[in-house]
């Protein structure tokens, strides 16, 4: 049976397919170089079990928001675990880092405030900023200069009392490129602004860094390194408190599962246990990229994402399917993700990746790389 709407979004669906950008839904196959399971802790026995335990404990699901009956004592201890691993004085638990970004963003920044956002955050980022009251300003990609810029031209307006926010990624998700966070901090002690910092995929992957009351908030995704799904906002206790109260994505949600909840704890214990994983980690990133230059593939980002720029989506869409062919579940990245004309591979290492699957897949990328791509390596 049609419906009223059917053709209206058909008409945008086509649209989507003239572009070459139409997507569906694939279910997983072949050796996972796709997902941010960087330690494959979601199939870790002890997580899993983990997950197990709590769901015997406290049944599947928690039935109402944290403030109503919702909130558990295992919330409570995963809380108390994350703050203690990122050295904050507390953390909030979400289902997810998008609704952790969203109660952030919406929250703090007043209007009269400006918000400081880099050009390649991710998308939740964004969208918190377009929820503040706040303006929210631009700077160019871990540039400085921009960012100094983009505060003076807010400065010229400013009111007594308003307040300066920065928000980055620490390890960019597509990029895979490092944000200078140390200058980004002193920065802030300069221009007297503070920091919110997504670590989605940094947290476990690269050292915890260390205390500063500029940077005021560190946000851990369950999605990544910790193998699970959700967030933890790991941050003062006067913004959590303010949050309890005005963080709408946080007030007004199903508190997280027991479940996720468990498992979330656990995982953050073993990254704490473990912390030679982040270096098994590198040493198989750093395999696979030597390998890559050897062929004159022209790898870009650092840690365990290696992006492949290809520019044109045909081609990272025919590279990605042949790739599959082969085995390898690699996807590619392309618009509305990138910008235009940036179209690529995102390539993800895990610490289980053996040297032998590492190198079947460099040769897979050479061999691909003759028959699709036309222009010279660089």
């Known amino acids: 049976m049609s419906h009223p709407l059917d053709s209206r979004l ?11 950008r139409k997507r569906t839904l694939t279910q997983a196959k072949g050796r996972d170089f796709t997902t941010n399971d960087y330690f494959s802790l979601s199939r870790h026995p002890e997580v899993i079990q983990a997950a197990q335990k709590a769901i015997e404990k406290y049944g599947a699901g928690t039935g109402a928001a ?15 675990e994350a703050a203690q691993w990122q050295k904050t004085e507390a953390a909030l638990l979400f289902p997810s880092g998008y609704q952790a970004n969203l109660a952030l963003l919406a929250t703090l ?6 918000i400081l956002s880099d050009e390649r ?6 969208d918190g900023c377009r929820l503040s009251k706040a303006t929210c300003l631009i700077y160019q990609h871990n540039s400085l200069a921009s960012l100094q810029e983009r505060l003076d031209q807010w400065k010229k307006t400013a009111k007594v009392g308003t307040q300066a926010w920065i928000v980055t990624e620490r390890v960019f998700s597509m990029d895979a490129d490092l944000a200078p966070i140390t200058e980004i901090i002193a920065f802030a002690e300069k221009e007297n602004a503070f920091v919110f910092l997504d670590e989605a995929h940094a947290a ?14 560190k946000l851990i995704t ?45 995982s953050v214990q073993l990254l704490q246990e473990h912390p030679q994983w982040r270096k098994e980690l590198f040493e198989k990133a750093h395999f696979l990229r030597k ?3 050897a062929i004159s593939i022209p790898v870009g980002g650092e840690g365990a994402i290696i992006p492949i720029r290809l520019g044109d989506e045909k081609t990272a869409m025919s590279f990605a399917e042949a790739l599959q062919e082969k085995g390898f579940d690699i996807r590619a990245v392309r618009p509305p993700t990138v910008p235009t004309g940036d179209s690529q591979l995102r390539i993800v290492c895990k610490k ?11 040769e897979a990328i050479g061999d691909i790389w003759k028959s699709l791509v036309t222009a010279p390596l660089s």
């Open 66 to 80: 944290r403030l109503l009956r919702g909130n558990l004592d295992l919330h409570e201890q995963l809380e108390a």
């Open 222 to 266: 369950g999605g990544k390194a910790l193998g699970v799904c959700g967030a933890l906002l790991c941050t003062t206790q006067a913004i959590k408190n303010i949050l309890l109260h005005r963080g709408r994505s946080f007030v007004f949600t199903t508190a997280p599962s027991p479940a996720t909840t468990g498992a979330l704890l656990k």
């Open 291 to 293: 390998h890559l230059q």
């Open 352 to 362: 289980d990746h053996s040297e032998k699957q590492l190198l079947t897949l460099a």
């Open 109 to 114: 920044p007043e209007e009269g405030d400006v």
């Open 121 to 126: 955050n991710h998308a939740s980022i964004i």
């Open 204 to 217: 476990g992957v690269y050292p915890v860094l260390s205390e500063n009351t500029r940077c005021v908030s």
């Open 10 to 20: 058909n008409e945008e669906l086509c649209h989507w397919e003239q572009q070459g």
